[in-house]
């Protein structure tokens, strides 16, 4: 079965520009989660979507932002864009509520300048 | 606030050693946790569960341990290889959500 994707891949942007990304899970999961990966922090907990329901959301200011669709199908956006916000943000799809295994996407490797 | 700690230097074994990875955690008991191998450039990959209640958890060549009265988990790879080389996490989960601790890389020499 196909795996979770991500697009895009690869995203420059400018400072105080936003950005949305998508994440498409395997199908039948209907968990989301958004994580941001930086060389220094590691992998940081954005958010948890479960039946188009934010169930939980990590120490991110309000720029950041998610959601998701019927279809399980997520997105996440970042507004007013900052140097620091340059990461690989990563998506991962689960199939319960409370998620065991955790199917991670490529990423989307954003760079802001 | 929880907090994941991995050994974020390097482990170099030789190959056909076994390596062993750390991974200790504070604030917080987590019902299980998971390990995952992330390779560069790449989405981590999931590798092995155990709960709470399992002290020892064994797949082919990788081992886990939990010891819920430490806070830690010990991570075995047996008769490693230079396939295995790549940053490996773990990730103990609360009751809300999974957090990943920041890996430790794992180069394996012939």
């Known amino acids: 079965k196909a795996g979770v994707t991500q697009t895009p891949r690869y995203l420059i942007k400018t400072r105080g520009q936003q950005v949305t990304l998508s994440c498409s899970p395997i199908?039948?999961?209907?968990?989301v989660s958004w994580y941001q990966q930086t060389p220094g922090q590691g992998l940081q907990f954005l958010f948890e979507?479960?039946?188009?329901?934010?169930?939980n959301k990590g120490n991110f200011p309000g720029r950041f932002s998610g959601r998701q669709f019927s279809n399980s199908r997520s997105e996440m956006n970042v507004s007013t864009l900052e140097l620091g916000d340059s990461a690989l943000y990563l998506c991962?799809?689960?199939?319960?509520?409370?998620?065991?295994?955790?199917?991670f996407g490529q990423g989307t490797r954003l760079t802001v300048v | 606030s929880q907090k994941i700690e991995q050994n974020s230097e390097a482990l170099n074994i030789q190959e056909g050693k076994t390596a062993t990875l750390t991974c200790n955690y504070t604030n917080y008991s987590p019902a299980y946790l998971q390990w995952y191998r992330q390779d560069p450039g790449r989405g981590p990959v999931f590798l092995l569960l155990?709960?709470?209640?399992?002290k020892e958890k064994r797949k082919e060549r990788l081992k886990v341990t939990f010891d819920t009265t430490l806070k830690q988990s010990l991570f075995h790879i047996t008769a490693s290889q230079p396939a295995d080389s790549a940053t490996y996490l773990c990730?103990?989960?609360?009751?809300?959500?999974?957090?990943f601790g920041t890996g430790t890389r794992l180069q394996v020499f012939p």
């Open positions: 979507y479960f039946s188009e329901t934010q169930r």
């Open positions: 990730a103990p989960r609360g009751a809300d959500k999974l957090i």
């Open positions: 199908s039948g999961h209907r968990s």
């Open positions: 155990i709960r709470e209640n399992e």
């Open positions: 991962a799809s689960s199939l319960g509520v409370i998620p065991r295994e955790a199917f």
